[in-house]
C-alpha cells in the first residue's frame, strides 16, 4: 500500500461493513478485504478485516479524508460489529465471538473470545450499557473488559420453534427494551421479565428496532414492511414495492431513517401514516446506500459498501467515496452541453469559411 493510499484510499480494496461515532469528531469504520472466488476460502481465507479511524479535529483543510488504520489478516474479525463504549472508545466483535477493544491512547487490546453458546451477530447500547444480540433469542449484556452475562432466560432462548431468534435490539432504557428478529418474534424486557409481543397474525421479518423520542418502537423488516408501536398496540405498514429489506433503523432529529442496501428513507416522528418516502439526502451529495448507520454527539453517520457520509442536521460530508451533489451533476452538464454548442457554432463558421473560400477559388 502507498503512502497516499494508506491515508486517503484505505478502503479502495474493501466492502465497508460497519461504522460508528465514538466522539463529535472521530469516526470509526470496519470494513473486509474484496476477494475473488479464486481466493476466497470460508476454512483457510476469508481476506482481512481492516479499521479505520478519522479525527476530524486532525484533518488538513482542503485535504482528502486521512484516515488511520489497523488490520487483521486471515480470520481475525471477519463479519464485524461496532459500538461506542465511552468518549472516543469502542469495541469491534465479529461472530466468532473476537472482541476489540479500542481506547485512548494504548488501551487497544484483543479481549477474551466469547464462548460458542454466546456467539453474538450485533452489537448495541442503550443508556451506558452494552448489549451483544446473537441468534436463538441470545442477549448479552457487558459487565467488564471481557466479561458477560446472559441477559436472556434460558426458558426463552430455548425453543422448538422455527424462524425465532434476535437480529438487533434497542431501548429507552434497561429497564425498557425491545428485541426482534425472526419471524414475528418480538420481546420486551422490563427490567424484570421478558415478554413476547404478539404483533401481528400475518408474517414479517423484524430485521431492526429503534425505540424513538416520539415515544414508539420503530421496527424495520424485510420486504419493506415497518411496524409503529409499543405495549400492546401496534400498527404495521406493507408498501407495494416489497423488494428492499431494512438493515438499519435510528432516530435523528425528530426523523426515523431507514437504511438498506438499496436506497435510505425517511419518516418524521408523530406521522399520521406509516408511509415512509425516499431520502434525497438534502440534494447535497449523491445518495448512499446506507447499510449501517449511527447517531451520537448530535450527528447522523451512515455507511455503504464504498461510502462513508455524515450529516450535522444542516450539512452532509462525504467522509469516503462519494460524487457530485445533484446540483453540482446539473450544473457540470449544463456547462459541457454549452460547451459542446459552443463547438457546434466553432465547426459551422469553418464549414461557412470554407464554402466562401471555394467559391472565390
Known amino acids: 500500500m502507498s503512502n497516499s493510499e494508506s491515508k486517503y484510499e484505505v478502503f479502495s480494496n474493501y466492502v465497508i461493513h460497519d461504522c460508528l461515532i465514538a466522539g463529535p469528531e472521530y469516526f470509526v469504520i470496519s470494513a473486509e478485504k474484496i476477494l475473488s472466488e479464486e481466493e476466497y476460502d470460508y476454512y483457510e481465507n476469508r481476506g482481512s478485516t481492516r479499521l ?3 479525527n476530524l479535529s486532525k484533518q488538513p483543510i482542503g485535504e ?9 489478516e486471515g480470520h481475525s474479525f471477519f463479519n464485524t460489529r461496532l459500538v461506542n463504549t465511552e468518549y472516543k472508545e469502542y469495541l469491534m466483535m465479529d461472530d466468532a465471538g473476537q472482541v476489540f477493544f479500542g481506547g485512548l491512547g494504548d488501551k487497544k487490546f484483543v479481549e477474551d473470545r466469547i464462548p460458542p453458546d454466546q456467539r453474538c451477530h450485533q452489537l448495541t447500547k442503550v443508556g451506558d450499557q452494552i448489549y451483544g444480540i446473537g441468534f436463538d433469542r441470545t442477549i448479552l449484556k457487558r459487565i467488564d473488559h471481557g466479561k458477560w452475562e446472559h441477559l436472556t432466560p434460558r426458558s426463552i432462548r430455548k425453543s422448538s420453534l422455527d424462524n425465532i431468534g434476535f437480529d438487533d435490539m434497542h431501548g ?8 426482534v428478529g425472526g ?28 425505540c424513538a423520542e416520539d415515544g414508539f418502537v420503530y421496527i424495520a423488516c424485510a420486504q419493506g414492511v415497518l411496524v409503529r408501536g409499543r405495549n400492546e398496540e401496534w400498527e404495521v405498514y406493507r408498501p407495494e414495492d416489497t423488494k428492499v429489506k431494512f438493515t438499519e433503523a435510528v432516530s435523528y432529529q425528530g426523523r426515523i431513517y431507514l437504511g438498506s442496501e438499496k436506497d435510505v428513507f425517511v419518516i418524521e416522528h408523530n406521522a399520521e401514516t406509516l408511509a415512509y418516502k425516499p431520502y434525497d439526502f438534502e440534494g447535497q451529495i449523491s445518495p448512499v446506500r446506507a447499510r449501517r448507520m449511527d447517531v451520537g454527539h448530535g450527528l ?8 462513508v457520509a455524515l450529516f450535522d442536521g444542516k450539512q452532509w460530508k462525504n467522509l469516503y467515496g462519494g460524487g457530485p451533489s445533484p446540483e453540482e451533476e446539473a450544473a457540470l452538464l449544463e456547462q459541457m452541453v454549452r460547451d459542446a454548442e459552443e463547438s457546434v457554432d466553432a465547426l459551422h463558421d469553418i464549414a461557412d469559411k470554407l464554402k466562401s473560400a471555394k467559391g472565390q477559388g
Not at 429507552?172 to 428485541?179: G, V
Not at 414475528?184 to 431492526?208: E, K, S, T
Open 52 to 54: 479505520g479511524i478519522h
Open 183 to 210: 419471524q414475528n418474534d418480538v420481546w420486551h424486557y422490563d427490567g424484570n421479565d421478558w415478554r413476547f409481543i404478539d404483533i401481528c397474525d400475518d408474517p414479517i421479518l423484524p430485521m431492526a428496532v429503534c
Open 64 to 72: 482528502p479524508t486521512i484516515w488511520a488504520t489497523r488490520t487483521w
Open 300 to 307: 447522523l453517520l451512515v455507511a455503504s459498501f464504498h461510502r
Open 172 to 179: 429507552f432504557s434497561e429497564e425498557d427494551l425491545y428485541a
